[in-house]
């Protein structure tokens, strides 16, 4: 098992940064990748930023250039750190963590970019 608490989030003027984190208990030495998803309204949940064990990060086409994944080399805590926020920003982001057997999700938080 694997526990997901994503504290953060909140309301933000278009332009400016959030950082969202996402910290980790449980069976953490499964893991061997960690990402962040988004939800918008009446939208189908998407891939926002992807980082694996290596440290290799994968990013959406719409967040390449303004948007950072990092974590902690003991996947303790992922991050996002979202720069140049623009209002399709606004979405419930979800942190993933991916084991072999299965990917857990953290209960989600919400990012509003105000034009």
């Known amino acids: 098992q694997v526990q997901l608490v994503e504290p953060g989030g909140g309301l933000v003027q278009a332009g400016g940064s959030l950082r969202l984190s996402c910290a980790t208990s449980?069976?953490?030495?499964?893991?061997?990748?960690m990402g962040w998803y988004r939800q918008a309204p009446g939208k189908q949940r998407e891939l926002v930023a992807r980082?694996?064990?290596?440290?290799?990060?994968r990013y959406a086409d719409s967040v390449k250039g303004r948007f950072t994944i990092s974590r902690d080399n003991t996947w303790i805590a992922v991050y996002l750190q979202m720069n140049s926020l623009k209002p399709e920003d606004t979405a419930v982001y979800y942190c993933?963590?991916?084991?072999?057997?299965?990917?857990?999700w953290g209960q989600g938080t919400q990012v509003t970019v105000s034009s």
């Open positions: 993933n963590a991916e084991i072999p057997s299965r990917d857990y």
């Open positions: 449980g069976s953490i030495f499964s893991i061997y990748a």
């Open positions: 980082i694996s064990t290596g440290g290799s990060a």
